[in-house]
């Protein structure tokens, strides 16, 4: 079997219809859906096994409410194709998705991304491409630019779905979303995928139809950037170490711990929570210095010696510079390069 598509359910009744629809619409035939509900209490449960008996490529699971990861995870378990992807519930693809996406699954290549779509039922629009030139590069040094915009954020890398995951590389690496996580837990699953896997295929077409609805918020509004991300930053850390990936990306680390800090209150909201909040994140013993930058190296000395709220008034210009400098080349280039509707 070609594909394994994971479906995680809670609650879906209104759109769920409409998801497999377009799943099974898909002209690459050869599949499996794998519905999980995740303790709905409306008719999600019910819409999915109808759909399950009506079509032998679908098959129903269900376990007590436990969050999307915990879905998703009893998806792997059960899943049994060359390549996994993910659907959410309310969402939709276009009948070639597989197909499209297939084609650039060759080997030497364990993710395959594409670009999406997002929609309202209001009617809006919006197709969403990379936001820097990452897919543009060859080997370790697309792996690593993939890499570094995960521990930032882009929002076409992030999110679980618009992507084949090989799922021989998911079960020899042990990877499966971390539960503990509930904001950008998919952004931590892509990035250890990109850290232990080998090539990634980019295609350029929004095959993945993400809605936006009230309900698709998944951040408090009332905790504060730090705080909201502390589990997400937290668990990065941990992939980093344990993928010996820490001193390659020390530098991107330190960078998206205080980002998050100057979201809260600027340079003064950074120099004033860097030593509580960012140090236990950031001051990592027994670094391999012999693999590291000697930009990241004196970064990490400047850290360990708590100088950093020191100096961040003369590194934060300098990172944004870098980041509008970024955000300006892709405006330049989005409007050439976007695909087509």
């Not at 509900?37 to 409410?65: C, F, M, P, Y």
């Not at 904001?183 to 139809?209: M, P, S």
């Amino acid at each position: 079997m070609r594909v394994s598509i994971i479906i995680p359910c809670y609650n879906s009744a209104t759109y769920l219809e409409a998801c497999m629809a377009s799943v099974l619409a898909q002209t690459m035939t050869d599949f499996e859906v794998i519905l999980v509900d995740d303790g709905s209490t409306d008719r999600t449960l019910a819409i999915a096994q109808r759909i399950a008996e009506q079509d032998a490529r679908v098959r129903v699971l269900s376990q007590k409410n436990s969050g999307v990861s915990a879905a998703r995870n009893l998806g792997l378990d059960h899943s049994c194709g060359e390549w996994v992807t993910f659907v959410d519930s309310d969402d939709l693809i276009v009948p070639d998705m597989l197909e499209t996406m297939l084609s650039a699954a060759e080997a030497g290549v364990d993710m395959v991304v594409c670009a999406h779509k997002t929609f309202t039922d209001a009617g809006s629009e919006e197709i969403v491409i990379p936001e820097t030139r990452w897919m543009d590069l060859k080997g370790e040094a697309k792996k690593r630019a993939a890499a570094l915009r995960l521990i930032e954020g882009d929002c076409v890398l992030n999110i679980m779905c618009n992507k084949l995951h090989r799922r021989a590389l998911i079960e020899r690496e042990g990877l499966r979303l971390d539960r503990s996580v509930r904001i950008a837990e998919d952004a931590l699953f892509n990035l250890e995928a990109v850290l232990c896997g080998r090539g990634i295929a980019y295609v350029n077409k929004a095959t993945y139809l993400y809605r936006m609805h009230a309900a698709s918020a998944t951040q408090s509004q009332t905790a504060s950037e730090f705080d909201k991300h502390l589990p997400w930053l937290r668990a990065m850390r941990e992939v980093l170490l344990k993928r010996k990936a820490m001193e390659a990306y020390y530098g991107a680390y330190l960078d998206s711990v205080a980002l998050r800090l100057y979201k809260d209150g600027g340079v003064q909201g950074v120099m004033g929570g860097f030593r509580k909040k960012a140090v236990p994140l950031v001051v990592v013993d027994r670094l391999d210095t012999s693999r590291m930058t000697a930009a990241a190296w004196l970064l990490a000395c400047i850290v360990k010696r708590g100088l950093y709220p020191i100096v961040y008034p003369a590194i934060y210009p300098v990172q944004v510079i870098r980041r509008k400098a970024r955000e300006a080349a892709f405006y330049l280039r989005a409007r050439k390069e976007m695909p087509d509707a």
